[in-house]
């Protein structure tokens, strides 16, 4: 599932709403062990141009929101 919600991301990526969507879906059908690894690829994938989406959402993730 990890490498499938990955492909997903680099598709959308192009659209700022879209990533978001995506990435939030995404941390629903990752199991927890998977978590840690996604969340380090994003970052290194995509905080150049979507940092603060990834803060926040990954935010509300380590808040149990």
Do not use: H
């Amino acid at each position: 599932m990890l490498d499938y919600v990955k492909m997903i991301l680099l598709k959308v990526s192009f659209n700022k709403v879209l990533f978001e969507k995506e990435l939030r879906k995404s941390l629903k059908m990752l199991v927890p062990t998977e978590v840690p690894d996604f969340r380090n690829w994003c970052y290194q994938q995509f905080a150049r141009i979507y940092r603060k989406v990834l803060k926040r959402v990954f935010g509300e993730l380590s808040l149990g929101a």
